[in-house]
């Protein structure tokens, strides 16, 4: 089995004029349940263990990472391959509500076998006062340095956890949106603090992001892209607090905490 965080980040590759360029990985990952297939996702090869831990809570498969018996990497040719043994009682759920996914860095609900799956009912939040906007403001003065790999190479999103004083304590980047964000739930949910904070991520903000958020307990997103209609809506259903940052004119509000069901 190898260590999966060891692989390289990038590749360099020299230009016609002799200068060197660097150039994102990205590679299959195969993840492997119980011994059965359940996703292929194309992911930057670096934070997996975080990736593969934030990916299955945010699905719904996992609630606790103490339901992941064992997680091993191995290589199948140019792909790698994430085994994950899950608990008697975590397997029978996701049996339950199992789905075939071919999962792509554009598309979070590609291959899913219901409506009802795509827009499900969510959970709840505990209500979470909205960050102040101070704050909010001084999360964009710190982004460059927390992006090591996208200021070499582009081509990355990321996605950050600050406190509530506004200082970012924790970033994670991929080629996807989505894997950005799972790999910072499952980094925040082995390691992060135990104080409410806030998620910011670099990309516009779909339906999947707030589920994601959502099924991972997290109170509050701010996206630098602006939300959906439908990701606004669901938001509001689940009592999410949902931020768009724009570089220009301030923070804009679209979801706030709350017990409320939209009608």
Not at 107 to 119: M, T, W, Y
Not at 152 to 166: D, P, S, T, V
Not at 169 to 183: F, I, Q
Not at 199 to 208: A, F, G, N, Q
């Amino acid at each position: 089995m190898l260590d999966a965080d060891t692989l390289p980040d990038y590749q360099f590759v020299a230009t016609t004029d002799g200068d060197r360029h660097a150039l994102v990985s990205e590679v299959p990952l195969a993840v492997v349940l119980n011994g059965v297939s359940h996703a292929v996702m194309m992911v930057s090869p670096n934070q997996l263990d975080a990736f593969v831990t934030g990916f299955l809570l945010s699905e719904g498969i996992i609630r606790h990472h103490r339901e992941i018996h064992d997680l091993e990497f191995s290589r199948a040719g140019r792909a790698l391959e994430a085994h994950v043994t899950l608990s008697n009682g975590c397997h029978y759920r996701w049996q339950a509500h199992r789905r075939s996914l071919a999962g792509r860095t554009g598309c979070g609900l590609c291959g899913l076998e219901s409506l009802e799956q795509a827009v499900p009912e969510l959970p709840a939040l505990s209500p979470t006062p909205l960050p102040a906007l101070a704050s909010v403001e001084a999360l964009l003065r710190q982004l460059n340095d927390w992006q090591p790999l996208g200021q070499e190479c582009g081509a990355l999103h990321a996605a950050f956890y600050a406190n509530a004083e506004g200082s970012i304590v924790h970033s994670c980047e991929d080629v996807g949106r989505h894997n950005a964000l799972d790999k910072l739930l499952g980094w925040h949910h082995r390691h992060g603090p135990g104080q409410p904070g806030m998620v910011l991520i670099t990309s516009r903000c779909s339906i999947e992001l707030v589920q994601k958020m959502v099924r991972a307990g997290q109170p509050t997103l701010i996206t630098l892209g602006a939300p959906t209609e439908l990701a606004v809506h669901q938001a509001k259903g689940a009592g999410l607090n949902l931020l768009h940052l724009t570089r220009r004119q301030g923070p804009r509000v679209y979801s706030v905490s709350s017990h409320h069901t939209v009608s």
